[in-house]
């Protein structure tokens, strides 16, 4: 396929799986459950970095960790006690325990004292940054800077020394995009612009990336994010990473790129 059929090609796949069929059996809609702004997206992180291994055993331990703060994560961050924090023991998923869900929620109480929500503080800094890599860098800086054990570090990417950042670039998508279809939430859509957006790239988008063309480099890291990025937004410049409903999809339900 020529450069134009490709695109055509992935205009189509992008209508066909963004739909709310899509939302039933992904980690998108963890956040879906919610209204409130702020669980919205603290909902979504938690979703977000619990987000590898089985789609089921994700869904299944991200609705566990939120029940465990009674379905209002912005209420228990904001005022939980020491004692409170009892309820993530014995918490687990992969290598995400206790003790990282326990950092977790203290980091984003300061986040929280501090900025007021995720959205402003990651508006604040695309404004002044105006780079996803940067922004998230920063962001693990900042999460980490105080009330944090050493082990919960690898939990967030640093695309800045490599790192694809597959799951935040995931959750960005969540967050930021917004279309008539309300398949991500769109919640900081007047905060970022999308097309400030970097795919979220894995086995599945890499492969069907790399088998359009799309992608010449082997390894699945921020040099080849920002390739494939590049090359979407050749097709649309505002919105690159709609295409994440194809790419990814071609991979896991067509088999596409095997």
Known sequence: MNKKDIAEFLEEKYIQYNN???????????????????????????????????????????????ERMDNSPHEFILNHSNDDLKVLEGFKHRTFNSIDATTFVKSLNKIYNQHGSLGKYFGEKFNTLNDQAEVLSTFKADFFETAFAERSKKHLPDPLKGSAAKRMCMYF?????K????????????????????????????????????????????????????????????????????????????????
Do not use: C
């Open 20 to 66: 709310s069929n899509f939302i039933e059996d992904d980690p998108v809609k963890i956040p879906h459950e919610y209204t409130k702004i702020e669980d919205i997206e603290i909902a979504g992180l938690f979703a977000s970095i619990l987000a590898w291994g089985n789609r089921k055993s994700i869904i299944k331990n991200a609705y566990s960790i939120l």
């Open 173 to 177: 998508r969540w967050m930021v995009r």
């Open 179 to 258: 279309d008539q279809n309300t398949v991500d939430l769109g919640i900081w859509n007047d905060l970022i612009p999308t097309s400030k957006l970097h795919l979220p790239l894995d086995v599945h988008t890499g492969n069907v990336s790399r088998s359009l063309g799309l992608l010449q480099r082997k390894q699945n890291d921020w040099k080849a994010v920002s390739e494939i990025t590049s090359e979407l937004r050749l097709i649309d410049p505002n919105d690159p990473v709609k295409f994440d409903f194809a790419l990814f999809s071609l991979g896991v339900n067509e088999g596409f790129g095997k």
